[in-house]
């Protein structure tokens, strides 16, 4: 039976990357996808890992139906064989539903990939209801590591050295950008709760109130 899964986890775990292996294999067995993604930081209408690969997608808008979108392939004679979805989180609602109707309705798989919390700590409104709706929910393997060494579990917006926690949801960046511009960075539980990143613990290091003290 086709399913809805959802692939969720950190920033810089390998979403994208597994989300382009599945293509990959299945077009090696002749198999055809719609690829639909959201604010890709490669661009508009591009599905993208760290790794390097890229390759052509369709931009779901906030007023784009995804179920309307793939009966009209199929309608005009276009090959679906499954359906993928990067960066899941940025998808209305509403969407998700739509995805579900795919499954439900055209008998197609849908693997919908994206992080489950903002900067904040707070579901994506599209992560929430995938949770709700989804056939099967994998917390992504690869492990996304906080500067200390421990498991990331949190996904921190930064502007220079210091983490935020105010301002919109949504606000396109990515994972060791200019530290001068919106940035994220994966923390544990523990520094995302104190707000220390990797660049604020470094320059406590080097803090002159840290330094062992020597005496004459």
């Not at 292996?21 to 760290?50: C, M, P, W, Y």
């Not at 995804?66 to 989180?89: C, P, S, W």
């Not at 544990?188 to 002159?208: E, G, N, Y």
């Amino acid at each position: 039976m086709s399913e809805l899964a959802f692939f969720s986890g950190t920033m810089d775990c390998g979403k994208s990357t597994l989300a382009l292996q599945i293509v990959h294999n299945r077009s090696a067995r002749g198999l055809q996808s719609v690829i639909f993604t959201r604010d890709d930081r490669a661009g508009e209408g591009k599905l993208s890992s760290r790794l390097g690969l890229v390759t052509e997608a369709v931009e779901a808008a906030p007023d784009l139906d995804l179920y309307g979108y793939v009966v009209d392939l199929i309608t005009r004679g276009g090959k679906v064989d499954y359906v993928i979805v990067d960066e899941a989180q940025f998808l209305r609602p509403e969407q998700i539903d739509q995805l579900a109707r795919v499954v439900d309705d055209l008998d197609l798989d849908v693997f919908a990939f994206g992080i489950t919390t903002d900067f904040r700590t707070k579901l994506f409104p599209g992560s929430q209801r995938l949770i709700e709706l989804a056939d099967r929910v994998e917390t992504l393997q690869v492990e996304a590591m906080c500067w200390c060494g421990a498991r990331a579990t949190h996904n921190a917006r930064t502007v220079g050295a210091e983490m935020i926690v105010e301002g919109e949801q949504v606000v396109v960046g990515d994972v060791g950008t200019d530290v001068e511009i919106v940035g994220y960075e994966v923390l544990c539980r523990r520094h995302h709760r104190k707000r220390m990143t990797s660049a604020s613990a470094r320059a406590a290091a080097l803090s002159p109130d840290v330094l062992p003290v020597t005496t004459a």
